[in-house]
């Protein structure tokens, strides 16, 4: 079972920065690309970056299964939820994390 759990998030002032991590379980994590994304107050979830199965080491640890997130020059308009995803290709199915919040105060 494909398990995907977020946390790190909170309150940030604005220009700060912060890290978020997600979690994975339930899929061979070392192998295949991990995604993050976004939903802002009122707007569509979209993608903010992809990390690939052999990239940056600071941003994926395959040993702890993680892929983390880091965030700097925080502003405003970056407050949203902040989303894990796994996209598993034989299935097509597409899986997220319950999301861990981001708030900007300016």
């Known amino acids: 079972q494909v398990q995907l759990v977020e946390s790190g998030g909170g309150l940030v002032q604005s220009g700060g920065s912060l890290r978020v991590s997600c979690s994975a379980s339930g899929f061979t994590f070392s192998s295949l690309d991990m995604s993050w994304y976004r939903q802002g107050p009122g707007k569509e979830r979209e993608l903010v970056a992809t990390?690939?199965?052999?990239?940056d080491t600071a941003s994926r640890d395959n040993a702890k299964n993680t892929v983390y997130l880091q965030m700097n020059s925080l502003k405003a308009e970056d407050t949203a939820v902040y989303y894990c995803s796994h996209y598993a290709y034989r299935s097509g199915i597409r899986y997220w994390g319950q999301g861990t919040q981001v708030t900007v105060s300016s």
């Open positions: 990390f690939s199965a052999g990239g």
